[in-house]
């Protein structure tokens, strides 16, 4: 049976769906990792005042506040309520370096969130004709640098560490469960798909 969450991979061949949920959340890893490297680009760009280059490079910044305000939060939230709390309770003794690996992620969650809400109220009020001051440039650049320096690591652990071990650990139901889980939570969006076509 052809399925929405198939049809979205039509021509994307190697991207995972909902029956392979780890490798989904390894997917969306690579979609976060490049969001942060165009915002490492857009942050070069600001810094470099070319103003007819600041509509393209603002444009690529709501892109990214946009995925991680909707698609990145899924994704946290993929995490935080249907994996981690699974490795939990049924990773046993074999999931014990994930266990703790997860107490730093989801402190790692958190942060993330505070970053992003800062980040989302400087971009709304920098000015985009090439006014912005040098302060909320700087403020820019940091934001940028404290996203990636926190994601990279933090993704590393995760698709080493705590998705491994979780295929190693996760009875298949409750993989299967995982990823009907992830499919209810974008609902939404799969509808929305559903009725455009
Ligand atoms: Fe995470
Ligand atoms: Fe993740």
Not at 72 to 94: I, N, Y
Not at 138 to 145: A, G, K, M, S, W
Request: net charge negative.
């Amino acid at each position: 049976m052809v399925t929405i969450s198939s049809m979205l991979t039509i021509n994307q061949p190697h991207i995972p769906d909902f029956t392979n949920p780890l490798g989904l959340l390894v997917h969306c890893h690579e979609r976060i990792e490049a969001q942060l490297s165009a915002l490492e680009r857009t942050a070069e760009i600001l810094s470099a005042g070319d103003t007819r280059s600041l509509p393209p490079a603002f444009a690529i910044v709501d892109r990214a506040c946009a995925h991680f305000a909707t698609p990145g939060v899924k994704h946290t939230e993929d995490e935080d309520v249907s994996l981690f709390p699974r490795l939990r309770e049924r990773g046993g003794t074999a999931g014990q370096d994930a266990l703790a690996a997860m107490t730093e992620l989801e402190s790692q969650h958190r942060t993330a969130e505070q970053l992003h809400a800062e980040f989302d109220e400087l971009v709304g009020r920098l000015p985009r004709d090439g006014s912005a001051d040098a302060k909320g440039l700087e403020r820019f650049n940091e934001l940028v640098t404290e996203l990636t320096t926190l994601y990279r690591p933090h993704i590393l652990l995760e698709n080493n560490l705590v998705f491994p071990v979780a295929a190693r650990v996760l009875p298949a139901s409750e993989i299967q469960a995982l990823g009907e889980e992830m499919r209810a939570r974008r609902k939404d969006i799969l509808q929305r798909l559903d009725v455009s076509r």
